[in-house]
């Protein structure tokens, strides 16, 4: 979208997020590319069980 010329606010509208976050995510983008947007995954520590042991519960 920024690619296209969207301005952020409309890009926060369209993808209903805060105007701060599309601020950042452009900034980001004229840093490094559509790369620096990419998903680094869900945050937080690794999970601790394994998926046998994930299985084992279900």
């Given at each position: 979208m ?10 926060a509208a369209e ?8 601020y950042a995510w452009?900034r ?7 790369q ?7 945050p ?7 998926e ?5 519960l279900?």
């Open positions: 920024f690619a296209a010329g969207v301005s952020a606010p409309q890009v993808l209903e997020i805060s105007t701060k976050s599309a452009r980001a983008w004229k840093a490094g590319g559509e620096a947007l990419a998903s680094r995954g869900a937080g520590p690794d999970p601790v069980l394994s046998v042991q994930v299985q084992r279900i």
